[in-house]
């Protein structure tokens, strides 16, 4: 399990540095800081899975939900928004070195 988390925080460090790079590109290109929210990356890449995603929160979860917490996490920097999910990916995955010595187990 903790091969899995591992794995799943490397994939989003990776998307983090991807859209920090892009994101430093088009600030030096326009001379202005210019960050990509997480719901504009969304859109770029698949628009489907925007609407599916929000209809499954609306009807598992609760109807203003989506509204509340959704909107408020795609209004986020994307690079910022992965680093914190592969931060908590890492830290679910993360196992405590066994202790060496003599009377170790």
């Known amino acids: 399990m903790s091969l899995i988390f591992h794995f799943l ?3 989003a460090l990776a998307v983090a540095i991807g859209s920090g790079t892009l994101d430093s ?7 202005s800081v210019s960050l990509a929210s ?3 990356l969304w859109i770029a890449i ?4 925007l ?3 929000e209809d499954m929160v609306e009807r598992y979860i609760h109807p203003d939900a989506w509204q509340v917490g ?6 986020q920097p994307a690079c910022a928004v992965f680093l914190g999910i592969a931060l908590i990916l890492w830290i679910a995955g993360y196992r405590r070195p066994k202790p060496y010595g003599r009377f170790a187990a």
């Open 9 to 11: 925080s490397l994939v």
């Open 25 to 31: 590109i088009q600030s030096v290109a326009s001379s």
């Open 38 to 40: 997480v719901g504009d």
């Open 46 to 49: 698949s628009p489907g899975t």
């Open 51 to 53: 609407v599916a995603a």
């Open 70 to 75: 959704g909107a408020y996490v795609l209004a």
